[in-house]
């Protein structure tokens, strides 16, 4: 029987199919302790992890019996791909699983933000009753939604995004052409996006093209009082950049459920503190109960497959 390690947590469900057809070790904890890996790794012919298991080149390395990892969500930056491709390791990520889990969540914090409402609780129940400030929030009908990034997240945030009247621009500069069913998005350089549009939201992979992309220069293009949302990667913003436009003003908001350095600590976590209109989430987006299952059910199916062949 071939041996499957999970370091990360995935759905119970998924997990017991896998222990049917594998012997596993499954310890959802595993993620930050690399030297116990290192040692558990050599015997291991499959590897499941989510985002925050560093597969590194001592790893792979050790993986002498690794033939396959899949990948709970889509971003592959904590995995040594091109190590990979040398020993010849089959990469699955759960593409398209955990799609309409962000895309919601995009939605929602577009509502939130655009708003403002959502922050008063404290003042309401004080008796401060801070109706009049409240009153200046702004619907999402007729607001022009910036998508940074076009590809099946970017399309399921649209097509939401159509439902409200919003207006939609996107930058992708590998798309050539887009599906009638798409008619209604017009295609746009990054500088015109980030001049027109009322809410950007980001959506694309971490790469040497997008580290950054999104820096100091880039907020100063934003319109006054815009809104910024992040699912995608926290390297692909400048964070410090982000928290000026807050305080600034610049910016009327930002949600950001990815970081620089993650899992966030207490002391890394502290240039966010008080800073004015921020949402920060665990990274967390793509994490509906439902969408966790089925990245599980994806991935599950896909290694139990790959050994079926």
């Given at each position: 029987?071939?041996?499957?390690?999970?370091?990360?947590?995935?759905?119970?469900?998924?997990?017991q199919?896998?222990?049917?057809?594998?012997?596993?070790?499954?310890?959802?904890?595993?993620?930050?302790?690399?030297?116990?890996?290192?040692?558990?790794?050599?015997e291991?012919?499959?590897?499941?992890?989510?985002?925050?298991?560093?597969?590194s080149?001592?790893?792979?390395?050790?993986?002498?019996?690794l033939?396959?990892?899949?990948?709970?969500?889509?971003?592959?930056?904590?995995?040594?791909?091109d190590?990979?491709?040398?020993?010849?390791?089959?990469?699955?990520?759960a593409?398209?699983?955990?799609?309409?889990s962000?895309?919601?969540?995009?939605?929602?914090?577009?509502?939130v933000?655009?708003?403002?409402?959502?922050f008063?609780?404290?003042?309401v129940?004080?008796?401060?009753?801070?109706?009049?400030?409240?009153?200046?929030?702004?619907?999402?009908?007729?607001?022009?939604?910036?998508?940074?990034?076009?590809?099946?997240?970017?399309?399921?945030?649209?097509?939401?995004?159509?439902?409200?009247?919003?207006?939609?621009?996107?930058?992708?500069?590998?798309?050539?052409?887009?599906?009638?069913?798409?008619?209604?998005?017009?295609m746009?350089?990054?500088?015109?996006?980030?001049?027109?549009?009322?809410?950007?939201?980001?959506?694309?992979?971490?790469?040497?093209?997008?580290?950054?992309?999104i820096?100091?220069?880039?907020?100063?293009?934003?319109?006054?009082g815009?809104?910024?949302?992040?699912?995608?990667?926290?390297?692909?913003?400048?964070?410090?950049?982000?928290?000026?436009?807050?305080?600034?003003?610049?910016l009327?908001?930002?949600?950001?459920?990815?970081?620089?350095?993650?899992?966030?600590?207490?002391?890394?976590?502290?240039k966010?503190?008080n800073?004015?209109?921020?949402l920060?989430?665990p990274?967390?987006?793509?994490?509906?109960?439902?969408?966790?299952?089925r990245?599980?059910?994806?991935?599950?199916?896909?290694?139990?497959?790959?050994?079926?062949?």
């Amino acid at each position: 029987m071939q041996k499957l390690l999970i370091t990360e947590i995935m759905d119970d469900e998924e997990v017991q199919k896998l222990q049917l057809k594998f012997d596993t070790i499954y310890d959802q904890n595993l993620f930050n302790n690399e030297e116990k890996i290192i040692q558990i790794i050599p015997e291991i012919d499959a590897l499941i992890v989510r985002n925050n298991t560093l597969v590194s080149e001592a790893i792979i390395r050790a993986a002498k019996n690794l033939k396959v990892i899949g990948r709970l969500g889509v971003g592959l930056n904590n995995i040594r791909v091109d190590l990979c491709k040398e020993r010849n390791i089959k990469i699955i990520p759960a593409t398209g699983a955990n799609t309409i889990s962000v895309a919601e969540y995009v939605i929602s914090f577009m509502l939130v933000l655009s708003r403002k409402v959502f922050f008063s609780s404290g003042e309401v129940i004080s008796g401060d009753w801070p109706r009049a400030k409240l009153m200046n929030g702004r619907e999402l009908y007729n607001q022009t939604l910036g998508i940074v990034g076009f590809g099946s997240i970017g399309r399921s945030v649209s097509a939401r995004a159509k439902s409200f009247g919003m207006n939609i621009v996107s930058y992708d500069p590998f798309v050539q052409s887009l599906e009638p069913e798409f008619s209604y998005v017009q295609m746009k350089s990054l500088s015109n996006l980030l001049q027109e549009s009322d809410i950007v939201s980001l959506h694309v992979p971490l790469n040497s093209d997008t580290e950054n992309l999104i820096n100091e220069s880039k907020i100063q293009l934003m319109k006054q009082g815009a809104i910024l949302i992040n699912t995608s990667r926290g390297e692909i913003l400048d964070e410090n950049a982000v928290i000026q436009g807050l305080q600034s003003g610049h910016l009327g908001g930002a949600a950001l459920d990815v970081f620089q350095k993650e899992p966030l600590t207490q002391e890394e976590g502290q240039k966010f503190k008080n800073v004015p209109n921020l949402l920060c989430t665990p990274h967390i987006s793509g994490l509906a109960e439902q969408g966790n299952k089925r990245v599980s059910y994806l991935i599950a199916n896909s290694v139990i497959k790959h050994f079926s062949l």
